[in-house]
Every structure is written in C-alpha cells, then in structure tokens.
C-alpha cells in the first residue's frame, strides 16, 4: 500500500514542522488533527519520520556547493573542482586552522578561549583533544603527575588519551570529573549548576555532597540538590550540532546554552524569569529563534536595550 | 546494558494498551481507547520502519505509552503525536546508542546486539536506493534539503543564505523528502513482490 502523493506530502510538511527548533501550539493541534483523522496518513508520517531520522548519508563531495556558491563568485565558475575541494574541506580546514599546537613544556597553567558562536578544537600535549564551544574557557595544567584542566565557563568535549599514572581531571566549579581514559562532555550552566555526559569510557564525578561513577552513556545534571541521573539524548551527544533538550530545566540553564552562541549579550531580568521551568528541543546555535520559540510557548517578554538583550515576565 | 532490552519486561509490569483494551480503569486524561491504539499503531509503524524488529518495536511502543501517559496526566502536551515520536526515537537512541543506522562502525567494546547479516544486507540495499533516490533529486532541491537535514540549517537561513524565499525553501526540502520517500516505496514493492527486478 503506497499512500497517495498528497498523503505524501502532508507527511513530509509535518515531518519537517516537527523537526523546528520549536513549534507552537496551533501547529501542534493541527498536527494531532491530522494524524487523528486518517490511519493512511499515520503510516505515512510514520515512514517519512523514519526516513528523516535515520538520517541521509552525508555526501563526500557536494558538487552543488560549487553550482550554488557560483551565483555569488565567478572564479568558482572557472575553478568548479578547486571550489568543491574548499567546500568539501571546509571542517578540515577550519579544525585545522583552529587546532592549537598546544606543546606544554612548561607546567605554566596556559588559557584558552572562545567568542560566542567559534567552537575550537585543541590538541593538548599528550595527544588528548578538547572540543571548546562558543563563549567558553578553559586553563589547562600538566604536571608530570596530574592532568588539569578547570573549564571556566561555557562547555567543552573531552577525549582523552589513557594514562593510567597521570590521571585527567576537569574541575568545573562544585563539580570534579575525575577520568583514565575517554569521552565526555561538561556543560557549567547557571548558578553553578554543571552537566556531565560520558560517550565513551567512565568519569567519577565528584562533589562536596557525594560522587557517582558514569559509564558510557550516562549523564548527570549536579545542582545544589546533589547530582542526579538524567537520560542522555541524542542531541547530547552531538552537542556541537547546536541543538539542546531542555528536559524541564529552569531557563536561566536554557539562557547560559545561548549565550554559548549569541553575540547579543542575554541578561535575565528578574527572578521569575530566571526560575521558570522549560520543556522542549531548541537549536541553541540559532538564538534569535530559540528565543522567539520561547516567546512564543512561554509567559516572558523580549526587550532590547542598548545593544542588550532583556527577558523579563510581563507584570 | 544495551542488552537489556527484553530483561526489564516483565518488570514494567503496566501495561497500558491491556488495560486500555480491557476497557476495567477509568481513564484521567480525556483521550479515548481508540486514541491510544493510534497512537501505539503509529509508534509501531516508526519502529519498524527504522529497520527494527516486531519484538522491539513492541517494546519500544510499550515504553512510550507508558512515558506518554505519564506526562498527559502532568498537563496539557502541545502535541500528543508529536510528543509520542519523540519518545519512541529517544527510546531507540537509549536502546541503541551510539548505533547510527548508516553510521560509525560499532565500536570494539561494544557489548552485543550487533545487527544480524540480513539486517546489514538490507541496510545497504536501503542505503543504495536511498544514495540514487538524493542523486536523482534537482541540484538546488538536494542541496536544500542536505542542508536542512544535515546540517540542521533553519528554514529562514537557507533562506537567506542561498537566495531563496522561505516558502521555495519549505516546498523544496517538502517535495525533497515526498520524492525520497516515493523512491523507497517503490524499492519496497519491488521487493514485497518479491519480482527479482533491481
């Protein structure tokens, strides 16, 4: 049974709404409207959210990079293969031009830094990687029998070389991850509020109130109530993609994730805002429409003010 | 851990479409029993279009119902299906994490549940018709759609970045995805009726 090309289409319409930053309510409605009326149309969104979830193969050239950027550059017109080898390259060469040979002869702290919106790569010493995100910092320390690194603010991925006698640790404020070797993420949010996700390997996180050991695949958020499980996403563990759940996390968290990415100061206002609590799946790397996405769903108003922006609750 | 899958079965011990069927609890949210087989047939549908058995796809249903009553009953969901999708797909990543459909080799480590040859097979039929379905597509409409999906541009940005209005960029990544699909179905009749075309 094949549905018609209508049904088809209103699949794929729906499976791309769905897929938004936010959506608002009316879409919602009108979504379950749809869905409800027909089982044709079930089956059909059914298959089209399969096809989009399991994702396409990314192409190792995209010849129709250099057919679009023709529109805006001759040159690419006469040098099409030069063209397509810059598009195609184009992670390769940015991870490279922003890789810091970071050889550490000394065991001088050394800094590194982000601007909003500039994610970097860094290759530390010992062959371990640190992904920074945007509006981030991190000072790093070797000693021949310790390896710090204290993430100042923002975010930053960790893959780690094994070393079983100098053991790695990240101190994120209240919070310590301790690791021999692996992959993970952590995330300081607001209020001192962090969050540790493990890809690969184990971390002991430790706090002043008590620690727990995370496998592959475990995540933790640690607030002042203590560190509590939470289920890791798959946006979590692509984290550079830009996009965050907000598993009903206050939006001061929400707001500390856009500031990773927006050029635009974020200030909160007042406490209501700070504290209100907030559900969805937001394109962080995208501030503007997340926060238009909020807007839109929750009680608080957006106001501009020399070259900042305010959220605040309507009184 | 990923082995789980079937172990915690019994332990769930709720088991929300026997009771729906069984028409015995008075229900607290204001959705009919006809309802809930909608959204439970859907789910299964999802799960074994993602390439999964009926066992699991079962499971899978069984645990977003359970999730999905759950937060009805905490308030007002802007979407019921939406909301059940986006369960069912996060219960695959947790069952199978780490494990892209055309992704990353498995790791080394990895404990077990490693597809069975067939599946492999069938993946890469998958994969194949799927690479000639994208190739097919007009340049500026595989190139949309690619950046909307890969690269999870936002509408207004393609938009922009590309020259476009944003209603050329919605119907392109719309009628990108239908001729997609149109192009797996066929695969799949071709193969349903068993004809040895292809």
């Known amino acids: 049974m094949t549905p018609s090309e209508k049904v088809r289409t209103e699949a794929a319409f729906w499976v791309e709404r769905m897929n938004r930053p936010a959506f608002d309510a009316r879409d919602g409605a009108a979504f ?6 027909d089982a044709d149309n079930r089956e059909a969104f059914a298959a089209m959210a399969a096809l989009w979830d399991d994702g396409f193969p990314r192409p190792d050239a995209r010849p129709e990079q250099a057919l679009l950027d023709g529109s805006n550059s ?40 982000s601007l909003p919106g500039q994610q970097q790569a860094i290759q530390l010493a010992d062959g371990s990687t640190v992904h920074l995100g945007g509006n981030s910092r991190i000072d790093v320390q070797y000693l021949p029998w310790r390896r710090t ?18 053991p790695f640790d990240v101190d994120a404020g209240q919070v310590d991850v301790v690791v021999l070797g692996t992959a993970f993420h952590v995330d300081r949010l607001a209020q001192g509020r962090v969050g540790v996700a493990v890809t690969r390997g184990a971390v002991d996180v430790r706090t002043l109130k008590g620690s727990d050991r995370l496998a592959a695949g475990h995540a933790v958020r640690v607030t002042d109530r203590g560190i509590e ?19 009903n996390i206050p939006l001061s968290d929400l707001v ?53 922006l305010y959220i605040s609750t309507p009184n | ?88 797909a996060n219960c695959l990543v947790d069952r199978f994490r780490g494990e892209s459909r055309y992704g990353d080799a498995v790791l080394e480590t990895h404990p077990c549940g490693e597809p069975l040859p067939d599946r492999i097979a069938s993946d890469r039929q998958r994969l194949a018709r799927l690479n000639s379905a994208l190739e097919r597509l007009p340049p500026l409409r595989r190139a949309v759609l690619l950046r909307r999906r890969i ?31 149109k192009a797996m179905e066929d695969g799949e009749e071709l193969k349903g009726s068993s004809r040895d075309a292809q």
Not at chain 1, 238 to 247: D, I, T
Not at chain 2, 77 to 88: E, K, M
Not at chain 2, 158 to 177: C, D, P, Q, Y
């Open chain 1, 32 to 37: 379950d409207q749809w869905m409800r009326s």
């Open chain 1, 74 to 113: 001759r040159a690419a017109d006469r040098f099409p293969a030069r063209r397509r080898w810059v598009a195609t390259s184009i992670f390769g060469a940015s991870a490279a031009a922003l890789i810091v040979g970071a050889l550490i002869s000394t065991t001088l702290p050394r800094s590194y830094s």
């Open chain 1, 149 to 166: 690194v204290r993430l100042e603010r923002g975010e930053a991925g960790f893959d780690v070389a094994h070393d079983t006698n100098r």
């Open chain 1, 229 to 247: 499980r939470v289920a890791m996403q798959v946006e979590d563990s692509q984290w550079s993609s830009g996009w965050f759940v907000a598993r």
């Open chain 1, 256 to 308: 500390e994730k856009l500031r990773r990415h927006s050029k635009t100061p974020i200030e909160i206002s007042d406490d209501k805002s700070e504290n209100l609590m907030i559900v969805g799946r937001f394109n962080v790397s995208d501030p503007d429409a997340a926060l238009k996405g909020i807007e839109s769903s929750y009680d608080i108003e957006l106001s501009r003010r020399s070259g900042t």
């Open chain 2, 1 to 88: 851990m990923a082995c789980g899958v079937r172990q915690d079965h019994s332990a769930i011990g709720l088991r929300v479409e026997t009771a729906a069927e069984a028409g015995g609890e008075p229900r607290r949210t204001d959705l009919s029993d006809a309802d809930w087989r909608a959204v439970r047939h859907a789910v299964l549908a999802y799960v074994r279009r993602r390439g999964h058995s009926q066992d699991v796809a079962e499971d899978v249903a069984q645990e977003s119902l359970t999730k999905l009553l759950h937060y009805t009953r905490q308030g007002q969901t802007a979407s019921l299906y939406a909301l059940a999708f986006r369960i069912a």
């Open chain 2, 151 to 181: 690269d999870n541009q936002s509408i207004p940005r393609i938009a922009a970045e590309m020259n476009l209005s944003t209603a050329a960029v919605e119907k392109h990544v719309v009628r990108g995805l239908s001729d997609l699909r």
